[in-house]
């Protein structure tokens, strides 16, 4: 993750109300081409939070400046309460509670695998959602790749140990997509940098009432008794192993089109075959659990319905980056014996296009 950059006193008096005013510091997580990532707390000193910023876009009409910033602010944040769940606040997170009778509407069923929305104003141009602790999976899968070249760190992160646990995260990554889709939602920006592992935090149980207790031997005095007391434990830096949590909705849609979900995914591989080229050959791990894993909410039919309609998002991927590819070699081979011919293969490919009903506007042939 970016290193976190604290706040001059300059940049603190531009922030909205009320965070202009806010006793503790902001500090600036990352910077896109539409909005600012901050942590702060709101409501409460206690309550860690993640402040999305829409900065007034200068060059742009106030009046549609105003209505962009709106329009967007509110769908990211309908998008987020309907997979956090509707009903009562409950807990100091914001949580909602959700509803058993409209479970399967899809109401509720990310929750906990999402950022809570805790408050917003489209006026202001901002929205604050609960912090995700942790890393992203990008960050995980970097470092296990690194263990694994250096031979392991720790034990399960070498050799085939090493790989499994791997696949056990993509196929972690392939349910929870498949479960965002089944509530009728399309990210629009699946990457591994959008994905959050947020670690485990147990409690060993160590109670006193074991196999050989005798009720009748001295009890430990109170002092004993609160250094006995089992103390939570995270999992380690190293480890794939933790709560899967999509972030950055900016772009999501509500969408039940299977074109749109396989849209999606095929951003997802794109982007993961870019960011890990080492682990591209498990990417088929995140796929299958899409379709078949148990937790995954496209399991079945739908799923295979959407891995199909990916085929054909890939065929036509394909064929416009091959146009393209051909375009320069016809530039590299101009006056040479075989230009006619990859300009006959030129014409193939969008005749092909066309038939298909995919219109390409190419610039005519010589």
């Not at 091959?322 to 040479?336: A, Q, S, W, Y």
Request: with cysteine; proline share 6%.
């Amino acid at each position: 993750m970016t290193e976190p950059i604290p706040l001059s006193p300059s940049a603190h008096d531009r922030l909205p109300i009320p965070f202009n005013t806010s006793p503790e510091p902001l500090v600036l997580i990352a910077q896109g081409a539409e909005s600012l990532l901050y942590k702060t707390v709101f409501l409460s000193l206690s309550q860690p939070a993640a402040l999305k910023i829409r900065p007034v876009k200068k060059w742009r009409h106030p009046t549609l400046d105003k209505r962009l910033t709106r329009a967007r602010i509110l769908a990211e944040a309908r998008v987020l309460v309907k997979l956090s769940g509707e009903g009562i606040a409950a807990g100091g997170g914001g949580r909602k509670v959700k509803d058993p009778k409209r479970e399967g509407e899809g109401v509720g069923g990310m929750r906990g695998l999402v950022p809570a929305v805790l408050g917003l104003d489209w006026e202001g141009g901002w929205l604050v959602t609960e912090w995700i602790e942790g890393g992203t999976i990008k960050e995980a899968i970097y470092r296990g790749s690194r263990a694994r070249t250096m031979g392991g760190s720790r034990v399960g992160l070498s050799g085939d140990d090493g790989v499994e646990e791997l696949r056990g995260l993509l196929r972690k990554m392939g349910e929870v997509v498949g479960k965002l889709h089944a509530c009728g939602v399309v990210h629009g920006d699946l990457t591994t940098s959008n994905m959050m592992l947020r670690p485990l935090t147990t409690i060993p149980d160590k109670s006193f009432e074991s196999d050989g207790h005798d009720e009748t031997s001295p009890q430990p005095s109170v002092a004993a008794s609160a250094s006995m007391q089992p103390q939570p434990t995270t999992t380690p830096n190293d480890s794939l192993s933790g709560d899967l949590v999509l972030i950055d909705f900016g772009l999501a849609t509500q969408s039940v089109s299977d074109e749109d979900r396989a849209v999606d995914l095929y951003v997802l591989e794109r982007a993961f075959g870019s960011t890990h080229p080492r682990e591209e050959e498990l990417f088929a791990c995140v796929l299958h659990a899409y379709a078949h894993g148990e937790g995954s909410g496209m399991k079945g039919k739908p799923g295979k319905t959407v891995i199909r309609k990916l085929e054909d998002v890939r065929m036509r991927g394909r064929k416009k980056s091959m146009l393209g590819r051909v375009d320069v070699f016809i530039g590299k081979c101009e006056g040479c014996q075989h230009g006619p011919l990859l300009a006959a293969f030129r014409q193939h490919l969008l005749i092909t296009e066309i038939l298909v009903g995919h219109h390409y506007h190419w610039p005519a042939m010589a």
